[in-house]
């Protein structure tokens, strides 16, 4: 789901070149730009940050982070059947319920982002998750 102003941009985050990626994100000034998702090949770099960019030949050259997104990340590598459970859709509705985001990466790598204080226990309840499908 695309958030309104929310375009792809191709960001480069090495000064080789080699590493580009096209992320969604949403302008905050000129140069300026908020991550709408989560990048590959930074994991410096969390959706939610404010980044600083510079723009050649349509390509967005990473400078540096203006703000990170104050949001904690977690993240979990799934089994098919349960990256494709009622019990992860039922867990990432409470996520949004709470105030956060979350996306599915690859099909089953889940990257949860929730407020610092959020009343939501991400690895309490993924562990749960996680040990009905091992089971």
């Not at 929310?6 to 949403?26: M, P």
Request: aromatic share 8%.
């Amino acid at each position: 789901m695309l958030l309104p102003g929310t375009v792809g941009l191709h960001i480069c985050f090495d000064e080789q070149g080699r590493e580009i990626e096209v992320l969604d994100v949403t302008r905050v000034d000129k140069d300026t730009y908020r991550i709408e998702e989560t990048p590959i090949f930074n994991p410096g770099i969390a959706l939610g940050d404010i980044i600083r960019v510079s723009e050649r030949e349509g390509i967005a050259y990473y400078i540096e982070t203006v703000k990170k997104s104050g949001l904690v990340r977690y993240a979990w590598l799934l089994s098919k059947e349960a990256a494709a459970s009622g019990e992860i859709r039922s867990f990432t509705e409470r996520v949004t319920e709470h105030g956060g985001r979350w996306e599915q990466i690859f099909g089953g790598l889940l990257v949860i982002y929730l407020p610092k204080h959020s009343l939501v226990d991400a690895e309490l309840e993924m562990s749960r998750i996680i040990k009905h499908f091992e089971g």
